[in-house]
C-alpha cells in the first residue's frame, strides 16, 4: 500500500472533535486558537497554562492534538501520556495515543494502545479505520478489511475509508470487490483521482485493458485540473502501454509521472525500460542510471542497465551490472525467510 503512506495522514481535528472535552475555562485564548487551527500559538498557551495549572486542566490533550497537527509526533505522544497519567480514563487520550503510534509507523503498539483505548470505550467509526490502517501496515488484510467494514457500517458516507477498503480488496485480489469499491467512491466523490486510478488498476488486473485505460485517462484529465499533482495515473498508464507494445504512448505519460515523481526509482526504470523498447538507446541509458542511484538495492534495475550497456558495446560496464544483479539476488534469498543462512556452505 506503500508509500504511500501520505494518503493515509489524516487530520486530527476531523478524528478527534473538538468538543469532545468541552472548552477549558482555565486555557481560553488556547482553546480560540486551537479552534482557528493556529496550532503552534494554540501549542504554546497550551504549555503555558499547564505550567501555571499543572495536572488541573486539559491542556496537555490539546496540546497533544496541537502537536499532531503539526506533525510532532513524539512530542504529542510525551504531553498525552504525561495527560494520561492524572486522567488514566481519558477515552480521548487513550485513542489518540493509537493514533500517534500509528502515524509514527508503528502499528503493533498502535493497535495495542487500541485495544486499550477499547476496553474504556467502544471504538467510533474513524477509531476502526485506524485499526484497519494498522493491519494494513502488517499485511493483514483480512483484519484491515474487517475493521473497515466494521467502520463503514457505522458511517457508510466515509469516502476515505471506503477508498481503503478497495485498496485492501486489490490486495487480495478480490478485484470485484475492489472495483465495488472504487466505484462506489467516484459516485460519491466523481472528482478523486485516487478512486479512478486503483478502479484502472482493478480493472487491469481482471485484464479488461480498454476499461482500465478509459479509468487511467479520467484520472489524468482530473489530475491536470488539480493543483496538486500525483505520478502514479501517468505511471500506470505509461505501463500499461508499454506492456500493450505502445512504447511510443507510454514515453510521454512516463516522461510526465518523472516530472511529478523525479525521486520514484519506479518511474525512472519504467520510463528507462520503455526507451529501451524502443531502441532509444542513451536515453534508456540516462533513465536506468538515475534508477540504479535512487535505489541501489534493487536487482531489476542493475540488471537493465546492464543489457543497456550491452547494447551500448560497453561490455566492461554491463558485466559489472550483471555481477551486481547476481550479488543482489543472493543477498535477498540468503536474507529471505528460509533462505541460507549467512557464513553456510554451498552445495
Known amino acids: 500500500m506503500g508509500r504511500a503512506l501520505g494518503a493515509l495522514a489524516l487530520l486530527v481535528a476531523t478524528l478527534f472533535p473538538l468538543e469532545l472535552c468541552g472548552q477549558d475555562p482555565a486555557c481560553p485564548s488556547a482553546m480560540e486558537m486551537f479552534r482557528q487551527h493556529h496550532w503552534s500559538e494554540a501549542g504554546a498557551r497550551f504549555e503555558q497554562c499547564e505550567k501555571q495549572n499543572p495536572g488541573k486542566t486539559d491542556a496537555l490533550l490539546y ?14 505522544a510525551s504531553a498525552l501520556r504525561t495527560y494520561q497519567k492524572s486522567n488514566p480514563q481519558s477515552v480521548d487520550a487513550a485513542y489518540l495515543l493509537a493514533f500517534v503510534a500509528f502515524r509514527e509507523d508503528k502499528p503493533a503498539e498502535s493497535l495495542r494502545l487500541f485495544s486499550a483505548a477499547a476496553k474504556l470505550s467502544p471504538p467510533m467509526a474513524n477509531d476502526l479505520t485506524i485499526a484497519a490502517l494498522d493491519y494494513v501496515l502488517l499485511n493483514q488484510y483480512d483484519d484491515a478489511a474487517h475493521y473497515l467494514e466494521l467502520s463503514l457500517q457505522m458511517n457508510p458516507n466515509d469516502v476515505e475509508a471506503r477508498y481503503h477498503l478497495g485498496r485492501v480488496r486489490y490486495q ?17 466523490d466523481p472528482a478523486n483521482v485516487k478512486a479512478f486510478d486503483n478502479l484502472g488498476l482493478s480493472l487491469e488486473a481482471k485484464n479488461q485493458a480498454e476499461a482500465a485505460t478509459a479509468a487511467y485517462k479520467t484520472a489524468i484529465a482530473l489530475d491536470e485540473a488539480s493543483v496538486s499533482h500525483s505520478e502514479q495515473p501517468y505511471l500506470n498508464l505509461g505501463v500499461l502501454m508499454a506492456k500493450s507494445n505502445r512504447s511510443a504512448e507510454a514515453i510521454p505519460l512516463l516522461t510526465r509521472a518523472a516530472e511529478i515523481a523525479p525521486g520514484e526509482f519506479k518511474v525512472h526504470y519504467e520510463l528507462a525500460k520503455a526507451y529501451f523498447d524502443s531502441t532509444q538507446w542513451d536515453s534508456a541509458r540516462q533513465q536506468a542510471e538515475v534508477a540504479v542511484k535512487l535505489n ?19 561490455k566492461e560496464l554491463a558485466e559489472a551490472e550483471f555481477r551486481s544483479t547476481s550479488q543482489l539476488i543472493r543477498d535477498k534469498d540468503a536474507n529471505s525467510p528460509g533462505g541460507m543462512a549467512s557464513g553456510a556452505s554451498s552445495r
Open 63 to 76: 496540546l497533544g492534538k496541537a502537536l499532531v497537527n503539526l506533525q510532532q509526533f513524539q512530542n504529542a
Open 296 to 314: 541501489p538495492k534493487d536487482s531489476s534495475g542493475h540488471y537493465l542497465l546492464g543489457r543497456i550497456y550491452q547494447r551500448l558495446g560497453r
Open 172 to 188: 487480495q485480489n478480490q478485484f470485484d470487490l475492489a472495483i465495488a469499491a472504487f466505484q462506489e467512491v467516484i459516485k460519491r
